[in-house]
């Protein structure tokens, strides 16, 4: 059964503070590529807790149970890896790809 838009809470682009910028982004096919270049610069398990998050559609407790840690340990990987990705450094990186 999966999930409608309404009961899953994660959003990465709105997480992320994309705004318009993913609106040409993600006509121009590029935004996947970016968010996959810019998701390497964490750590392994933030990017397997963002991935479970935003690709596999997964709850925190969810996550928790696949990895061995609870859900609110897995809130705030998830907290930290989007911290990082809001970073002008790593943003920076996304904004560049859209040029």
């Known amino acids: 059964m999966k999930r409608s838009e ?3 809470p994660y959003n990465l ?3 992320l503070n994309l705004g318009s910028y993913s609106e040409r982004m993600l006509r121009g096919g590029e935004l996947k590529q970016a968010m996959e270049s810019v998701l390497l610069t964490l750590k392994d398990e933030e990017q397997n807790v963002i991935s479970l998050l ?3 559609r997964k709850l925190c407790a969810e996550v928790g149970v696949l990895i061995g840690k ?9 907290i930290a890896a989007i911290l990082k990705l809001r970073h002008p450094a790593r943003f920076k990186q996304l904004l560049l790809m859209r040029d």
Not at 70 to 78: E, H, L, W
């Open 13 to 15: 682009i709105e997480d």
């Open 6 to 8: 309404l009961e899953y």
């Open 70 to 78: 609870s859900g609110t340990s897995v809130s705030q990987t998830r």
């Open 54 to 56: 935003y690709k596999d």
